[in-house]
Protein backbone atom coordinates (compact mmCIF):
# COMPACT_ATOMS: atom_id res chain seq x y z
CA UNK A 1 0.00 0.00 0.00
CA UNK A 2 0.86 3.22 -0.84
CA UNK A 3 2.11 5.50 2.17
CA UNK A 4 4.00 8.81 3.02
CA UNK A 5 5.72 9.57 6.52
CA UNK A 6 6.36 12.78 7.97
CA UNK A 7 8.81 13.38 10.94
CA UNK A 8 8.66 15.07 13.52
CA UNK A 9 5.03 14.97 13.97
CA UNK A 10 5.02 18.00 15.63
CA UNK A 11 8.13 20.74 16.45
CA UNK A 12 8.09 23.95 18.66
CA UNK A 13 11.06 26.22 18.34
CA UNK A 14 12.45 29.89 18.89
CA UNK A 15 12.09 32.74 16.24
CA UNK A 16 15.36 32.65 14.17
CA UNK A 17 16.10 29.09 14.45
CA UNK A 18 16.66 27.04 11.04
CA UNK A 19 14.07 23.73 11.00
CA UNK A 20 14.49 20.23 8.49
CA UNK A 21 11.40 18.20 7.89
CA UNK A 22 11.63 15.26 6.51
CA UNK A 23 9.24 13.68 4.53
CA UNK A 24 10.02 9.40 2.96
CA UNK A 25 7.75 7.96 0.96
CA UNK A 26 6.81 4.14 -0.46
CA UNK A 27 4.73 4.43 -3.52
CA UNK A 28 4.79 2.52 -6.81
CA UNK A 29 4.74 4.94 -9.75
CA UNK A 30 6.12 7.86 -8.35
CA UNK A 31 5.29 11.14 -10.25
CA UNK A 32 5.97 13.70 -8.11
CA UNK A 33 6.05 15.04 -4.59
CA UNK A 34 4.42 17.97 -2.89
CA UNK A 35 4.76 20.17 -0.12
CA UNK A 36 2.06 22.06 1.36
CA UNK A 37 1.30 24.68 4.39
CA UNK A 38 -1.64 24.64 6.38
CA UNK A 39 -2.49 26.70 8.57
CA UNK A 40 -6.55 26.95 9.50
CA UNK A 41 -8.18 25.46 6.00
CA UNK A 42 -6.72 25.25 2.73
CA UNK A 43 -3.72 23.54 2.39
CA UNK A 44 -1.49 26.44 0.43
CA UNK A 45 1.23 25.23 -2.52
CA UNK A 46 4.97 25.55 -1.32
CA UNK A 47 6.99 23.44 -3.83
CA UNK A 48 6.67 20.20 -6.33
CA UNK A 49 9.71 18.32 -6.61
CA UNK A 50 10.25 15.65 -9.69
CA UNK A 51 13.53 15.42 -10.14
CA UNK A 52 16.28 14.64 -7.69
CA UNK A 53 19.11 16.44 -5.97
CA UNK A 54 17.10 19.79 -7.46
CA UNK A 55 16.76 22.45 -4.60
CA UNK A 56 13.71 24.76 -4.59
CA UNK A 57 13.72 27.73 -3.19
CA UNK A 58 11.80 30.49 -2.07
CA UNK A 59 12.70 32.57 0.43
CA UNK A 60 13.84 31.45 3.40
CA UNK A 61 11.91 27.94 2.55
CA UNK A 62 14.07 25.60 0.33
CA UNK A 63 13.26 21.26 -0.30
CA UNK A 64 15.05 18.76 -2.15
CA UNK A 65 14.23 15.45 -3.09
CA UNK A 66 16.26 12.63 -2.94
CA UNK A 67 14.61 9.53 -4.92
CA UNK A 68 17.04 7.09 -3.94
CA UNK A 69 16.46 7.71 -1.10
CA UNK A 70 12.57 7.65 -1.35
CA UNK A 71 12.74 11.09 0.90
CA UNK A 72 12.68 14.70 0.67
CA UNK A 73 13.51 17.57 3.18
CA UNK A 74 12.10 21.13 3.81
CA UNK A 75 14.09 23.63 5.25
CA UNK A 76 13.00 26.64 6.88
CA UNK A 77 15.69 29.39 7.97
CA UNK A 78 15.10 31.85 10.34
CA UNK A 79 11.90 31.08 11.62
CA UNK A 80 8.99 33.72 12.11
CA UNK A 81 6.30 32.99 14.42
CA UNK A 82 4.00 33.24 11.00
CA UNK A 83 5.66 29.89 9.94
CA UNK A 84 3.49 28.45 12.60
CA UNK A 85 1.42 25.84 10.70
CA UNK A 86 0.98 22.49 9.68
CA UNK A 87 3.26 21.17 7.01
CA UNK A 88 2.04 18.66 4.64
CA UNK A 89 4.00 16.55 1.82
CA UNK A 90 2.08 14.69 -0.33
CA UNK A 91 2.90 12.83 -3.01
CA UNK A 92 1.39 11.94 -6.61
CA UNK A 93 1.89 8.40 -7.28
CA UNK A 94 -0.10 7.67 -10.78
CA UNK A 95 -1.40 9.62 -13.38
CA UNK A 96 -4.93 10.55 -11.97
CA UNK A 97 -3.75 13.49 -9.83
CA UNK A 98 -4.97 12.12 -6.80
CA UNK A 99 -2.72 12.49 -3.56
CA UNK A 100 -1.23 10.65 -1.09
CA UNK A 101 -0.64 12.84 2.20
CA UNK A 102 1.81 12.34 5.17
CA UNK A 103 -0.10 13.26 8.43
CA UNK A 104 2.19 16.36 8.93
CA UNK A 105 4.67 18.22 10.84
CA UNK A 106 2.79 20.84 13.33
CA UNK A 107 5.49 23.41 13.58
CA UNK A 108 5.42 26.01 16.37
CA UNK A 109 7.36 29.08 16.34
CA UNK A 110 7.28 30.63 19.84
CA UNK A 111 8.36 34.28 19.97
CA UNK B 1 -12.06 34.16 -10.41
CA UNK B 2 -11.69 33.66 -6.63
CA UNK B 3 -10.49 30.33 -6.45
CA UNK B 4 -12.02 27.07 -5.42
CA UNK B 5 -15.30 28.02 -3.16
CA UNK B 6 -17.08 24.78 -0.24
CA UNK B 7 -20.37 26.02 1.20
CA UNK B 8 -20.85 25.72 3.80
CA UNK B 9 -18.01 26.60 6.12
CA UNK B 10 -19.42 24.54 9.04
CA UNK B 11 -22.34 22.44 9.38
CA UNK B 12 -23.05 20.72 12.38
CA UNK B 13 -25.66 17.73 12.24
CA UNK B 14 -27.19 15.38 14.52
CA UNK B 15 -26.67 11.72 13.79
CA UNK B 16 -28.70 9.81 11.20
CA UNK B 17 -29.31 12.80 9.33
CA UNK B 18 -28.11 13.70 5.77
CA UNK B 19 -25.83 16.16 4.87
CA UNK B 20 -25.05 17.93 1.42
CA UNK B 21 -21.51 20.13 0.84
CA UNK B 22 -20.91 21.83 -2.75
CA UNK B 23 -17.60 22.78 -4.16
CA UNK B 24 -17.24 24.78 -7.00
CA UNK B 25 -14.20 25.05 -8.66
CA UNK B 26 -11.92 27.19 -10.77
CA UNK B 27 -13.92 27.45 -13.78
CA UNK B 28 -11.27 26.54 -16.20
CA UNK B 29 -10.40 23.19 -13.95
CA UNK B 30 -11.76 20.17 -15.56
CA UNK B 31 -10.73 18.29 -12.74
CA UNK B 32 -11.98 18.14 -9.02
CA UNK B 33 -11.09 16.17 -6.28
CA UNK B 34 -12.80 15.10 -2.79
CA UNK B 35 -10.53 15.00 0.60
CA UNK B 36 -10.95 14.52 3.73
CA UNK B 37 -9.44 15.53 6.82
CA UNK B 38 -9.34 14.51 10.26
CA UNK B 39 -7.78 15.77 13.00
CA UNK B 40 -3.90 15.03 13.45
CA UNK B 41 -4.17 13.34 10.17
CA UNK B 42 -3.15 14.59 6.77
CA UNK B 43 -5.94 14.74 3.90
CA UNK B 44 -7.14 11.43 2.43
CA UNK B 45 -8.42 11.07 -0.95
CA UNK B 46 -12.00 10.08 -1.52
CA UNK B 47 -13.13 10.69 -5.13
CA UNK B 48 -12.59 12.66 -8.19
CA UNK B 49 -14.35 14.26 -11.63
CA UNK B 50 -12.83 14.69 -15.02
CA UNK B 51 -15.52 16.68 -15.95
CA UNK B 52 -19.00 14.74 -14.90
CA UNK B 53 -17.44 11.38 -15.26
CA UNK B 54 -16.53 10.35 -11.77
CA UNK B 55 -13.25 8.19 -12.34
CA UNK B 56 -12.44 6.71 -9.40
CA UNK B 57 -13.68 6.08 -5.19
CA UNK B 58 -11.42 5.28 -2.43
CA UNK B 59 -12.60 2.30 -0.50
CA UNK B 60 -13.07 5.15 2.33
CA UNK B 61 -16.52 6.37 0.36
CA UNK B 62 -18.74 4.06 1.94
CA UNK B 63 -22.28 3.24 0.60
CA UNK B 64 -23.91 6.38 2.69
CA UNK B 65 -21.64 8.81 0.68
CA UNK B 66 -21.72 9.80 -2.77
CA UNK B 67 -21.19 12.45 -5.15
CA UNK B 68 -22.20 14.29 -8.55
CA UNK B 69 -20.81 16.88 -10.76
CA UNK B 70 -23.62 17.62 -12.83
CA UNK B 71 -22.40 19.42 -16.24
CA UNK B 72 -18.91 19.17 -15.02
CA UNK B 73 -19.20 22.63 -13.38
CA UNK B 74 -19.83 22.41 -9.74
CA UNK B 75 -20.11 18.85 -7.74
CA UNK B 76 -21.81 18.21 -4.44
CA UNK B 77 -21.14 15.56 -1.66
CA UNK B 78 -23.84 13.97 0.66
CA UNK B 79 -23.41 11.76 3.71
CA UNK B 80 -26.40 9.76 4.54
CA UNK B 81 -27.56 8.75 7.89
CA UNK B 82 -24.04 10.49 9.12
CA UNK B 83 -22.46 9.08 12.25
CA UNK B 84 -19.83 10.24 14.35
CA UNK B 85 -17.05 8.73 13.04
CA UNK B 86 -17.99 11.13 9.87
CA UNK B 87 -16.91 14.29 11.95
CA UNK B 88 -14.32 16.02 9.71
CA UNK B 89 -13.14 18.47 7.53
CA UNK B 90 -14.26 17.99 3.76
CA UNK B 91 -11.86 19.20 1.03
CA UNK B 92 -12.37 20.01 -2.38
CA UNK B 93 -9.46 20.72 -4.75
CA UNK B 94 -9.51 20.85 -8.68
CA UNK B 95 -6.96 20.73 -11.38
CA UNK B 96 -6.54 21.47 -14.70
CA UNK B 97 -5.99 18.01 -16.59
CA UNK B 98 -4.26 15.38 -14.60
CA UNK B 99 -1.36 17.82 -13.52
CA UNK B 100 -1.10 18.36 -10.21
CA UNK B 101 0.19 21.64 -11.28
CA UNK B 102 -1.88 24.51 -10.03
CA UNK B 103 -3.72 22.28 -8.01
CA UNK B 104 -5.77 24.39 -5.62
CA UNK B 105 -7.73 23.44 -2.71
CA UNK B 106 -10.32 25.09 -1.16
CA UNK B 107 -11.04 26.18 2.22
CA UNK B 108 -13.02 23.38 3.23
CA UNK B 109 -16.58 22.27 5.05
CA UNK B 110 -15.65 21.14 8.35
CA UNK B 111 -18.83 18.50 9.73
CA UNK B 112 -19.89 17.69 13.28
CA UNK B 113 -22.17 15.02 14.03
CA UNK B 114 -23.21 15.12 17.50
Known amino acids: EDKVVQSPLSLVVHEGDTVTLNCSYE??????LLWYKQEKKAPTFLFML????IEKKSGRLSSILDKKELSSILNITATQTGDSAIYLC???????????FGKGTKLSVKP | DTGVSQNPRHKITKRGQNVTFRCDPI?????LYWYRQTLGQGPEFLTY????????KSRLLSDRFSAERPKGSFSTLEIQRTEQGDSAMYLC????????????FGSGTRLTVV
Open chain 2, 93 to 104: ASSRTSSVIGYT
Open chain 1, 27 to 32: VTNFRS
Open chain 1, 50 to 53: TSSG
Open chain 1, 90 to 100: AVEARSQGNLI
Open chain 2, 27 to 31: SEHNR
Open chain 2, 49 to 56: FQNEAQLE
